[in-house]
């Protein structure tokens, strides 16, 4: 079955960089797009970025180009790389298998996350 497996989070300063990991097993990863998108205490989900299977992406505005996603298709893996965070980005984040794009009703699995906790 399809699965998604997030790492990486835990507590990092302002200004601190994290990487997140989204491991995936269960379908063909080349020929999926993967998302990063996350839910801060208190509020609804926010998408963060994503990444085609041809490796082009697409960032959310509001990043302000801190973060970066990438992916290794020998290792089944995305990659969010979060440099200069913010208290505001304390958050689960989420990965996500994209269908026919990288949000909304495209995203069709969803692992269960990873706490993102930016605090001096």
């Known amino acids: 079955q399809v699965q998604l497996e997030e790492s990486g989070g835990g507590l990092a300063q302002p200004g601190g960089s994290l990487r997140l990991s989204c491991a995936a097993s269960g379908f063909t990863f080349s020929n999926y797009a993967i998302s990063w998108a996350r839910q801060a205490p208190g509020k609804g989900l926010e998408w963060v970025s994503g990444?085609?299977?041809?490796?082009?992406?697409k960032n959310a505005v509001t990043m302000k180009g801190r973060f970066t996603i990438s992916r290794d298709n020998a290792q089944n893996t995305v990659y969010l790389q979060m440099n200069s965070l913010e208290p505001e980005d304390t958050a689960v984040y989420y990965c996500a298998r994209g269908t026919t794009g990288v949000s909304g009703g495209a995203l069709d699995a969803w692992g269960q996350g990873t706490l993102v906790t930016v605090s001096s």
């Open positions: 990444i085609y299977s041809d490796g082009n992406t």
